[in-house]
């Protein structure tokens, strides 16, 4: 099974349990795909744990407060699967994304 395949088939899990989960995730307001896995393995089982994971209340707190970067970085990724690998505009858009990169990463001008 792809990883997309399965970061979807785990919010269909969660959205039995958090209605509305897949419509947050497809607008890019839901935790990192790797959240939505491990939520979903015990979505089933223990549905408050799984929720529990979704906030990020089994995080340990002295670790700091999590940043968002990577998580908008994943959406991003995400979208990009999209791009079909026959799509005549594909080279195109990745060009524009690693401009979008270069203009913007820390320390460019």
């Known amino acids: 099974m792809k990883r997309a395949e399965k970061v979807l088939d785990a919010a269909e ?8 989960f897949k419509k947050k995730m497809m607008d890019g307001e839901a935790p990192a795909k790797s959240t939505i ?14 929720k529990e994971i979704l906030q990020g209340k089994d995080k340990d707190p002295a ?8 998580q908008y ?3 991003a990724t995400f979208q990009l699967d999209k ?9 195109e858009a990745f ?12 320390g460019s001008k």
Do not use: F, Q
Request: proline share 6%; charged share 35%; no cysteine.
């Open 83 to 91: 791009i079909s690998k026959n799509d005549t505009e594909r080279d």
């Open 13 to 20: 899990k969660l959205d039995k349990i958090e209605p509305g």
């Open 73 to 75: 970085a994943r959406m």
């Open 63 to 70: 670790k700091g407060k999590p940043s968002s970067g990577m």
């Open 95 to 106: 060009d524009y994304v690693i401009n979008w990169i270069s203009n913007n990463r820390k």
């Open 37 to 50: 896995v491990e939520a979903a393995k015990v979505a089933e089982s223990n549905p408050e744990k799984a």
